[in-house]
Structure formats: C-alpha cells, structure tokens
C-alpha cells in the first residue's frame, strides 16, 4: 500500500460547528503532517508528527487541533472556524528524515 | 527564514518540446530538494528529488539540475505532453527538520 487516504474528501461546516478531517497511511511511515492550501497558492506547512509526537506546530490557531492516535493515523479536529479557513486540507507522510513527502488528495473544507 | 520562489508563475510550451521549470532557494543549509506536480482537485505527485551531493539526476522524461552555489534548482521535461499540464512545486528541506518550504509554483500549459 502506497497511499495515503484521506477522508472527508469535502466537509462543509458552520462556525460553530465541530468536525474533524482524518487521514491514514500503512507505509509504516513514522512521519505525518497537515499542510493547508488556499487556491493558487502553495501547500503550507501547519503540524508535524514525529513517531506520535507533535514536533512541529507552525503557530497554527488552537481552533485547530492535530492528534497521532498511532502510527498510522493523524487527526485534525476543527472547532470554530473561519470562513478564511476555507482551503484544501493535505496529509503527507514520510519516512524519518529529509525524505520524499507521499500526499493524500486532501479534504476540501468549505466554512459557511 | 528560507524562501523559495520560482521564476515564472506561468509557462506555455508546444506539446512536443522541452519544458523547464525553474526554482530559487535561500537557505545555504538546504539539502533536499524535490519536484512535484500537482493536478487540479488532488494532492501533489512525486516527481523527482535530488540531495546537495548531486548536481544532476535523470528519471524518466525528467531530470533535475541543482546549482548550489547561486541556490538554485531546475525541472527540466523533455517532449512535453498533453498530461504534463499541472501546477508544479519544488519543495526544499534541511535534514534534521521535518520542514518542506515549498515554492510559490509554475503553471505548465501545454499547448496542441
């Protein structure tokens, strides 16, 4: 398996609502990350999991909230968004290491 | 901080000839480099990378040059084709870090 799934593939949501974007791999790949992407613009980096730890939150708001319930799976969970939270959601995983990023197609949010 | 940027935000090229994507970087500690193509509605696609011991790396209808003494990095697509047109990102990392600092990306028209 050489994929990294993500699901939903869309998510609409209200401001006051709560949902949460998931994403699985079975490389055994020791590395996940969140990147968020507006239209047009590049993929940018948000959390970073290393071995099930956050070892990198890039100043990200709390109303967005990583998880790493094993190897294999990163959470995003969503409370309180903005409408300028409307983007492309991509999960990545990798080996340890400077290393090739594999992406999922990613969860387009849409916040109402 | 690092920055990465690229030359062109658009390229228009005839299907049947060469395309070359270009991208700078900042930082002098960079080390990893890759390319990935990223189609309208998915996640970015692998293309090709290259570590700062190389200069050159040839893969199939891509090769990637690397000129470290200027920070610079280049996509090169031989016979273009049809499928080719997408978004293209170099990504740059440091090895130690989980940081991916992607370019702003060119967009590859490929024209009949």
């Known amino acids: 398996d050489t994929e990294v799934t993500q699901t939903p593939k869309h998510l609409v949501m209200g401001m006051t609502n709560k949902k949460s974007l998931k994403c699985e791999q079975h490389?055994?790949?020791?590395?996940m990350y969140w990147y968020k992407q507006k239209a047009k613009k590049p993929p940018e980096l948000m959390f970073v999991?290393?071995?099930?730890?956050?070892?990198i939150n890039e100043s990200v708001p709390s109303r967005f909230s990583p998880e790493c319930p094993n190897s294999s799976l990163l959470n995003l969970h969503l409370h309180a968004l903005q409408p300028e939270d409307s983007a492309l959601y991509l999960c990545?995983?990798?080996?340890?290491?400077?290393?090739?990023?594999?992406f999922g197609a990613g969860s387009r949010l849409t916040v109402l | 901080g690092e920055s990465v940027g690229l030359h062109l935000p658009t390229l228009s090229v005839q299907e049947g000839d060469n395309s070359i994507i270009n991208c700078a970087y900042s930082?002098?500690?960079?080390?990893?480099f890759i390319w990935y193509k990223q189609e309208s509605g998915k996640g970015p696609q692998f293309i090709i990378d290259i570590r700062s011991n190389m200069d050159k790396r040839q893969g199939q209808r891509v090769t990637v040059l690397l000129n470290k003494t200027v920070k610079h990095l280049s996509l090169q697509i031989a016979a273009t084709q049809p499928g080719d047109s997408a978004v293209y990102f170099c990504?740059?990392?440091?090895?130690?870090?989980?940081?991916?600092?992607f370019g702003t990306g060119t967009r590859l028209k490929v024209l009949a």
């Open positions: 930082n002098s500690a960079s080390d990893y």
């Open positions: 990504a740059v990392s440091t090895s130690g870090t989980y940081k991916y600092i």
């Open positions: 999991y290393s071995y099930e730890k956050l070892s």
């Open positions: 490389m055994g790949h020791r590395a």
């Open positions: 990545a995983s990798s080996t340890a290491g400077a290393n090739v990023l594999t």
